[in-house]
Each structure stands twice: as C-alpha cells, then as structure tokens.
C-alpha cells in the first residue's frame, strides 16, 4: 500500500492524460516524414521524442484549437501549444517509464477479451455493431485476418492495451486516494457556514515613529534570515524594436469598398443570418430585442436618427469593424425616459473587421527581416532607425513569458534563454506586431545584493517592529480583561462587530485584508475566545458570538462534494508528482535547434 501512495501521481496523470492514445486509431501512416526536419526534439531519461512525433501532436492540437477559434489562430496561441504539447510529451514520456518501473503490464489474453469477450469494450461495440446493434463477430474475424489491414488491427491492439492499462491503474487509484464523510462535512461547513464576531484590534499604522527604533544591524539582521526572498533569477537586459499590424489606408479602403459591393444584397436578404455567415460577417446574427445603451455609440446613432424597420444604414466605422446595420424590427420601450428612445430594436450587423492584408503583413515583417539581417553585422539601433523604428529597452528573467509593453510570448523567452549577449533574434511574430530583440546582457542568477535591496527592507522591519509593539500591548491587556469590553476599554479602542463572516471573506472592516483572520474563526467554537493574534495588518482578539449553521447536507450535495474534493487531491497529487518526476529526470530539451 505504502508502494502505491508513493506513486499515486502515475495514477492520476495517466488518468487525466489521452496523448497519443487517439493517434493510434486516427492516424494509419503514423508520421509523414516528406520535408520534415530529423532528430529529435528531447531526449527524456535517454527515451527520444522525435521533431516529427511532436509536430503531429502540434497539428492536431492546432486543429482542435482552430475548431474552437473558429479558424483563427494567433501566433501566441501557436506558441501555447507548442509548449503544451511539449510539456505533454515530455510528460508522457516520463509515466511510461515510471508505468514500467512499476510493472503495470496488460496481457494478449486481457486485450482478446475486450475484443472476443462476452463484455466488449465500448470502441469495439461502436466500430463492429450489426444493424440490431450486437458485435459482429465476423467483421472483426475479417479485420484481424486481413493481411491488408493488420497495420490498422494492431493499432487497434495498441489502443485497447492501453485502455486496460489505465482501468488498472484506476483500480489502483481507488485503493489510494479518499475522501473521507468527516472532510466531506468539514468542506460542506466551510462553503455554508457563517461567523457572527465581535473583535479587539489594534492597527499597526497607529504605532508612532518614535516607538520603533530601526538599526542597520536589524536590516541586516532580516536580509540574512530572509535571504531567499532576494534570490534574483538569470536576467536579460534586452533591446527590441517592433512595428505593430495596422492596416493602411488602402487596406481600410477595400474593406469598405468590400462592404459596399455587399449592401445591395443585404438589403435584399431575406436570411439575413445566413448572409452574415456566409458572407463572413464578424458580428453574428443576434434575434433579440436591444436599446440603445447596448450599442456602440457611433452605431446607436446611426440607428435611431431613423428607426424605420427595413432601414439599412450608410457604413458605421465602429470597434475596428467597418459595419452596415439593417433594422430588423422595433417594438416600443415601457416608460422610456425623457431622453431616451420610444423604440428597443432588433439588428442584423454585416460587419469586416478592418486589417491589415496580407500584403501590408508582408511589407512590415520584410521591414523588420532587414532590422534583424543588417544589425547582425552593423549597429542595432541605426538599422532600426533606417527602418523608423524606435529601439525600446526592457528588463526580464529567466522563465518569463510575458514583457512589458510587448506582453506574452513564449518565442522571445525561447530566444533569452538561448542567446547570448549581442545576439539578435529573427522576427518574432505576436498578434498584433512583429518584434526584433537583441540580448544587450546577462546577470546570472544569485541574491541582490544588501545594498540593492536595503530600500525594501526597511519598511518590513518597520512593520514587523510596529507588530511587535501592538502584539505586546494587547497581550500586556488582555491578561487583566475578562471581557472584550473591558479589553477595548483598556486599549481606548471601540469594539467592533461584523456578521455573517464566510470562509472566503478575507477583507474585514478595520482590519484590511487579513486571510488569518478568517482561519483563525473557522477554529472556534460559539462564545469561543482566540488568544492575540498578530495579523497582517492589525493585533487582535476575536470571539464567536454564535455560528448560523448550514442545513444537514443532503446525500446527492454530499456525493457532488466527495467528488470535486476527490478531483482537487487528484489534481494537487498530480501536480507535485509531475513536478517530482521531471526533478529527477534528465530532459535534454533541443527545441532551440528547430525554432
């Protein structure tokens, strides 16, 4: 049992994880390896994960995400997935190996039971049914005997085996991972229960200057016991120039030239919505009833200077859209006011968002192709200037994803994380501009200095001198008080009360934001007192007055509860298993040699 705790993680990930499980089944000729670079793109514990096994696993995630985007796909949602998918095949990798160490092995009997058995497994039930939906045990006779089709049978082998191999481990994950009734009930108390308090806080705001005294000895004395909170990662300094996407005017010019070829038809539609569709309107059609306050300003305008049913207005420029809006239908608003329209109207939109072609594309990444090749052997910031492009300048560290100014991209990390200093990178494509970085310098990894930080330090010792002041205080008055009353009046302060306090308030009047009073609340019992606490912000005693107690859980509130609590410890377990396995591992990460 104790083998199997320790390696729960396994478990749960090839729980959470199909990758490559599906491939066996959707993809016949595997990897099309025809102007496709070699090698490989890791090396995990020795195991090779090939630059072709891992743009198939791009493709198809790319292909999922362009179904959800509806065809639009960003360069930094390009970039997400490759890292994504990265990290999945790496992680994939690395359960495989552990599932080995493990002896977790499915047999050819177990696989020719899900196929021959009297309980089929679900794929073969959908793939082999006859038409009064039982298996036909002759059509999957006739798979398996096909020379031509043994390719396909044995990734269908393949695919079941696996199948098998993760109902076990979901065995396995039963035995190891609970929820208990008690953790049920103590998170139904915490979601559903509320506090009713009263408390005695002494701010430390209100602690004069003239009670602290702060040495260079005590700063020092706090960047030596706090010395990790001033570990400083590699850090880049970098240059960069960037040219955004817009669209000239020739471009605005045929997208309203594009628009009114299509406004006599609009007018005409009598399916407007399938006009929009079909004619690629970026504004879909919407049935409902709207006034004008739900409008953009320029399009509420245009439409109730004349708010005639039928009516097509002229073109509106409006939220990067060029747009003709047709007047479907009115219908009188119930006690409109003075100022307001006497009509909420229904709209059919033909909107073209108004970009760049791809011809301006072109011509701004051909500007910025130049930046990168001439400085490779001149001066950045004048080949930039030739180009009249301003050279920016920004800080980052090692791992950062997203920059000031530019925001996320993965592919200008790749590249500091690669380059050193004076090298240029290619043209990084973002959504909307292109970027040019040059690495200028590197200050590896190590602690920032005393004198770096001091500034920072000083005012943590200030608060946490102010803390003990109003800490000794209130326990120098609390030992003589019976009572929160007499504690308040012995510190000259009021006695405050706040009701109906939930687990998840971490705002408390007077106190500020303070997530340790909250916790220290959800410990007591009604009429019970806690001790001084020493909060984030204030010193403080707090009683319960009486807790307003949730109903009894019911038994379907409490299976829902046991299962998002199960699925959470899950997830946790995942996360840190995960983390362990690639800890130990050797991972030779070689994607910098493909982009």
């Known amino acids: 049992m104790n083998k199997l705790r320790e390696n729960t993680g396994v478990i749960l990930w090839i729980l959470v994880i199909s990758f490559g499980v599906i491939w066996t089944l959707q993809d016949s000729d595997v990897f099309n390896t025809v102007g496709q670079p070699t090698g490989n793109i890791a090396v995990v514990n020795g195991a090779d994960i090939s630059y072709q096994e891992f743009q198939q696993a791009v493709e198809q995630q790319m292909q999922r995400v362009r179904q959800q985007m509806g065809g639009d796909v960003t360069p930094q949602m390009q970039d997400m997935v490759r890292e994504q998918t990265y990290t999945q095949l790496v992680n994939a990798q690395l359960i495989e190996q552990e599932m080995d160490r493990l002896g977790i092995q499915v047999t050819d009997a177990e696989v020719m039971d899900m196929v021959y058995g009297e309980d089929p497994h679900p794929t073969i039930r959908q793939q082999f049914a006859d038409d009064s939906g039982e298996v036909d045990q002759q059509l999957i006779a006739n798979l398996a005997q096909n020379p031509e089709m043994r390719e396909s049978w044995l990734q269908l082998e393949n695919f079941l085996r696996e199948e098998r191999r993760q109902n076990k481990m979901n065995t396995l994950l039963e035995s190891t991972v609970?929820?208990?009734?008690?953790?049920?009930?103590e998170a139904y108390f915490r979601q559903n229960a509320r506090a009713n308090v009263q408390y005695v806080a002494l701010n430390y705001a209100s602690v004069s200057s003239d009670e602290i005294d702060v040495s260079e000895s005590d700063l020092r004395d706090y960047y030596d016991e706090n010395?990790?909170?001033?570990?400083?990662?590699?850090?880049?300094?970098?240059?960069?120039?960037?040219?955004?996407?817009?669209?000239?005017?020739?471009?605005s010019s045929a997208v309203l030239q594009?628009?009114?070829n299509l406004q006599a038809d609009f007018e005409e539609a009598d399916d407007v919505e399938s006009f929009l569709d079909r004619n690629g309107s970026v504004v879909p059609y919407n049935d409902e009833f709207v006034d004008a306050s739900s409008l953009p300003d320029a399009v509420a305008d245009a439409v109730f200077e004349d708010p005639t049913s039928g009516r097509v207005t002229d073109i509106i420029v409006a939220d990067g859209n060029a747009q003709l809006v047709r007047i479907m239908d009115t219908q009188p608003v119930e006690d409109a006011e003075e100022d307001e329209p006497e009509v909420e109207v229904k709209l059919a939109i033909m909107a073209l968002e108004i970009r760049p072609s791809l011809a301006t594309i072109?011509?701004?990444?051909?500007?910025?192709?130049?930046?990168a090749f001439y400085a490779e052997e001149g001066d950045f910031e004048e080949e930039a200037q030739n180009q009249d492009v301003e050279v920016e300048r920004l800080t980052a560290q090692d791992g950062d994803e997203t920059f000031p100014e530019i925001g996320q991209s993965r592919a200008l990390r790749?590249?500091?994380?690669?380059?050193?200093?004076?090298?240029?990178?290619?043209?990084?494509?973002?959504?909307?501009?292109?970027?040019?970085?040059?690495?200028?310098?590197?200050?590896?990894?190590?602690y920032r200095s005393f004198s770096d930080v001091q500034d920072q330090i000083e005012p943590r010792v200030v608060q946490d001198q102010r803390q003990e002041v109003q800490v000794q205080r209130m326990q120098d008055a609390y030992q003589?008080?019976?009572s929160l009353d007499d504690l308040a009046d012995a510190l000259g302060v009021r006695l405050r009360t706040q009701e109906d306090i939930s687990y998840n308030d971490d705002v408390i009047p007077g106190l500020g934001r303070d997530p340790m009073f909250v916790g220290t609340v959800f410990g007591l019992d009604a009429d019970e007192r806690s001790g001084v606490v020493g909060g984030a912000n204030a010193a403080y005693v707090v009683e319960v007055t009486d807790w307003d107690e949730p109903e009894p859980i019911t038994d379907a509130e409490r299976e829902e509860l046991r299962q998002q609590l199960l699925t959470q410890?899950?997830?946790?377990?995942?996360?840190?298993?995960?983390?362990?396995?690639?800890e130990d591992a050797t991972i030779d990460d070689n994607r910098a040699a493909y982009f």
């Open 362 to 371: 072109r011509e701004i990444e051909d500007r910025m192709d130049d930046i």
């Open 569 to 582: 410890r899950q997830q946790q377990v995942v996360n840190q298993w995960i983390e362990s396995l690639r």
């Open 178 to 185: 609970h929820v208990s009734n008690q953790d049920v009930e």
């Open 258 to 260: 594009d628009l009114e």
């Open 414 to 446: 790749d590249f500091l994380s690669a380059a050193e200093p004076g090298e240029i990178s290619d043209v990084l494509e973002l959504e909307d501009r292109f970027v040019v970085a040059r690495l200028s310098s590197i200050e590896e990894e190590g």
């Open 227 to 251: 010395r990790e909170d001033f570990r400083r990662e590699r850090t880049y300094e970098v240059e960069y120039a960037a040219l955004p996407k817009e669209p000239t005017s020739e471009d």
């Open 480 to 482: 003589g008080a019976e």
